[in-house]
């Protein structure tokens, strides 16, 4: 009953009061998705042509840049006008926000910022319509495994705006609109047994969070010997980070639904998503996505880094923004029958590759795999500096400790002993570790084991496997980074 009041009465009902146009927006992309590849693509080129003559005539930023780049459309493809303009990154968007503003957007400019998980936080603005497309977007994509706005969804995140929200009037609003948020900067077990407690009267229909934390969270449920109500549970979607084979598959088995991977990011937007048969989606109708390599766009099949133009952020412009991810556009129609394009996005972002002294460069996957691999290991981050040393912090299995007794001590570099001897009780040192990782990262690097009763998540509530501090070394090298499999 609360489920269709709320679809069909209370969130219009919010979304008009607050100047939004989420509603019309969702049924007009329910209806373009099903057009083809080819009037998809006009769509994009007469609302990029919008926003190209918008930021020109409402953004002093933009303004300049065009005159620059003597971007006179004419009759010229604007994707190709797109081409002519350089790729903006976060240092340039923080030397001249104010001017990328439009200040006279209807409803007002809002403040966001990104959790800074990738060292680099930002400050940007959206205006109402960026917020109605893009949740638009989302409420389509849950539609597509037959969740609709309204429907019962659990969310297990740990976004600061979520979390500073969380007073009285969100609260209401979050049952209005049948939501709930468990916490995911505070996973510890007291934390999860209530969390596994509120799950049967909740009885979620969607699952939403971050598959890293949704993993823990299905590995405490096995722990405790608790098999959750899933009768009404249709999807549990995942975003935020990257969704590892081996997180996505324990996900799945236990709750007996699909795991839909979700890719964008709080600055970027709403850029692509899985759909029922497996395939990542491109929201075209919002978003232009480019892969460019040595500053050159790349044609489709090839890989390189994901830049975005977001065609409907007025309010603030967001043109070739480098997302610093890896990826590459898809020539091939998905079987679903959609018409929006496809793409795959490495697992991991270019800031997330291991750097090494003379000048190779390694995917994050190359450590990440054998770590994993380790019996006894829970959960791991690898840490490399400015010098390109590396940490490793290991979380071990408790559940592999039965019967066995820690050792105590001072713990040295390798992990061995005090604190550390949480290794040593599952047979795992510091030096094993050591000896696993080094063919990845040669003899030259230095290798810290520090293991830990507890890794958290970064202040995002995000967990990375992988951090590099470390820039590449001065010796070129091959930039081109091989597309691996997308869980």
Not at 159 to 164: C, H, L
Not at 187 to 197: G, K, Q
Not at 255 to 284: L, N, W
Not at 301 to 318: N, R
Request: one cysteine or more; hydrophobic letters at 40%.
């Amino acid at each position: 009953m609360l489920s269709g009041i709320t679809r069909y009465g209370l969130f219009p009902l919010h979304e008009r009061l607050v100047g939004r146009s989420t509603v019309r927006y969702a049924r007009e992309l329910e209806q373009s998705q099903w057009e083809s590849p080819a009037a998809i693509r006009e769509l994009q080129r007469r609302k990029l042509t919008a926003l190209l003559d918008h930021a020109a005539a409402n953004t002093p930023f933009y303004a300049k840049q065009f005159a620059v780049a003597d971007m006179r459309s004419g009759d010229a493809d604007p994707m190709d006008l797109l081409a002519r303009l350089p790729i903006l990154d976060k240092s340039e968007i923080r030397r001249n926000v104010r001017d990328m503003l439009w200040k006279d957007a209807p409803g007002g400019l809002h403040e966001y910022n990104t959790g800074g998980s990738t060292g680099e936080p930002l400050t940007f603005y959206i205006d109402r319509r960026r917020q109605g497309f893009d949740q638009a977007a989302r409420i389509r994509t849950h539609r597509w495994f037959g969740v609709d706005f309204g429907q019962r969804e659990l969310l297990l995140w740990g976004s600061p705006i979520e979390r500073a929200g969380t007073d009285r009037l969100k609260a209401l609003r979050d049952r209005l609109f049948n939501q709930r948020l468990l916490d995911a900067f505070h996973l510890s077990e007291p934390h999860m047994d209530a969390y596994l407690d509120g799950w049967d009267r909740f009885r979620p229909q969607a699952f939403f969070g971050y598959p890293s934390s949704i993993a823990r969270f299905v590995e405490h449920a096995r722990i405790r010997g608790r098999q959750l109500d899933t009768r009404e549970l249709r999807a549990v979607f995942v975003t935020g980070e990257v969704c590892l084979s081996p997180d996505r598959e324990s996900i799945e088995h236990y709750f007996g639904v699909p795991v839909a991977d979700g890719y964008g990011s709080r600055e970027g937007g709403f850029i692509a998503h899985q759909c029922p048969e497996g395939s990542m989606h491109v929201m075209a109708e919002n978003v232009v996505v480019e892969i460019v390599r040595d500053g050159e766009r790349r044609p489709v099949g090839e890989s390189g880094e994901i830049v975005l133009t977001h065609l409907d952020a007025w309010g603030m412009p967001f043109i070739r923004y480098r997302t610093g991810d890896v990826g590459r556009l898809l020539p091939s129609r998905c079987a679903c029958g959609r018409g929006l394009p496809l793409m795959d996005v490495v697992q991991g972002r270019s800031t997330d590759f291991l750097y090494l002294p003379d000048g190779d460069v390694k995917h994050a996957l190359s450590i990440i795999y054998p770590l994993r691999a380790m019996p006894g290991i829970r959960r791991f981050r690898v840490t490399q500096e400015v010098d390109y040393a590396v940490t490793i912090d290991v979380e071990c299995d408790p559940v592999l400790n039965a019967g066995n007794e820690t050792t105590s001590g001072t713990p040295d570099p390798l992990g061995r002993g005090g604190n550390a001897g949480f290794g040593v009780a599952f047979g795992i040192t510091g030096e094993d570790i050591v000896n696993r990782v080094r063919p990845v990262l040669g003899m030259s690097i230095p290798i810290e084991v520090r293991l830990n009763g507890f890794i958290a998540p970064v202040e995002s509530g995000k967990f990375r496997y992988v951090v590099s501090r470390a820039a590449p070394a001065s010796r070129p090298i091959d930039r081109k980074v091989p597309i691996l499999e997308r869980c």
